[in-house]
Every structure is written in C-alpha cells, then in structure tokens.
C-alpha cells in the first residue's frame, strides 16, 4: 500500500493514464460488481487485461456480468455485512487468479430521508444501521481482508503491494 500523491502529476492526467494503462496480469476485487460503477470499473479493467473477482449480493446481475465479462471474471455472491462472507470471497478470487492486486469497494446504499418522519419524531435506527453495515462495515471489511491478502505480494519499486479504492 502506499501513496503516489508524493510525485507531482497535473490534474488530470493521472486519470487518464489509469484509463489507458495496461494491466494484464492483475487481479481486482470489486464489491457491488454486478452492477453500476462496479460493472463500469470491472468493464474497464478486463478491457485492460486485467482479471476481476465480482462480489456482490445479487446473482443474477453478478452471473450475467461473469458471462458478458468472459474468462477473466468470476462472480462471488457476497454479503458485506458478513465478514466471513469477504473473506471467502476474497479468498474464491485469489484461488482462482492467483493473486490479488488491488480492492474496489463499491458496494453502497443511500437513502434520501429527512432527520424526523411525518409525525414529527425521530426516525428509528434499523434503517440507519443496515446503511452503515453495508456503507461503514462493508468498506472496512472489504479494505482489511483485501489488505491482508495484498501484504502477501512482494512491494514494487516503490514499496506498494497493491491499492484499495473506496467509492
């Protein structure tokens, strides 16, 4: 893990070359990878030769982009309220890929509510808490058991083993 914010690049650029890069022989994790920003960066990535592990909580979404995506993508069904689940999801892609070089958490909810409902009184906690189990833990999980298997690789020359976006 690591930082290249410490070269200077202008603004921009590095966007446009990580859209342009070549990136065969690497492995990514996507969480909410069977739909939305999570299909469009795993679309990308295969189109740069890398391999992607889709994990997500909807099948038949995550089964048809398997199929769109070709050989270099398996779906894992996820829950990312479930450690365990992460784990093994994780776990499902590096044996298939052989390793794992980078975590993108796109998994996410929203909800546009106002802070007190009709009658005036407070909204009651379950729906804040299943957000922040998917929104809060579902990042943290997806980070750490994703960190761990990266720490595994050898650092390149700038010391990094691999990358963690939280989207």
Do not use: W
Not at 138 to 167: C, H, Q
Request: aromatic residues 8%; contains cysteine; proline residues 2%.
């Amino acid at each position: 893990f690591g930082s290249s914010r410490s070269r200077f690049q202008l603004p921009g650029t590095r966007l446009l070359g990580a859209m342009a890069a070549d990136r065969t022989g690497r492995t990514y994790f996507i969480t909410g990878g069977a739909s939305g920003l999570g299909l469009a960066t795993a679309r990308l990535l295969v189109s740069q030769g890398a391999s992607v592990a889709l994990g997500d909580k909807n099948a038949e979404d995550g089964k048809r982009a398997e199929q769109e995506l070709g050989p270099r993508c398996l779906f894992v069904e996820l829950d990312v309220t479930d450690k365990a689940s992460v784990r093994a999801a994780i776990r499902a892609a590096v044996d298939r890929f052989k390793t794992l070089n980078g975590v993108i958490n796109c998994a996410g909810i929203g909800s546009a509510f106002t802070t007190i409902d009709k009658k005036l009184e407070p909204h009651n906690d379950r729906f804040f808490d299943f957000v922040c189990k998917i929104n809060l833990y579902g990042t943290f999980y997806g980070s750490s058991e994703g960190a761990a298997e990266m720490a595994k690789l050898p650092a390149d020359a700038e010391g990094n083993r691999g990358g963690i976006i939280n989207v």
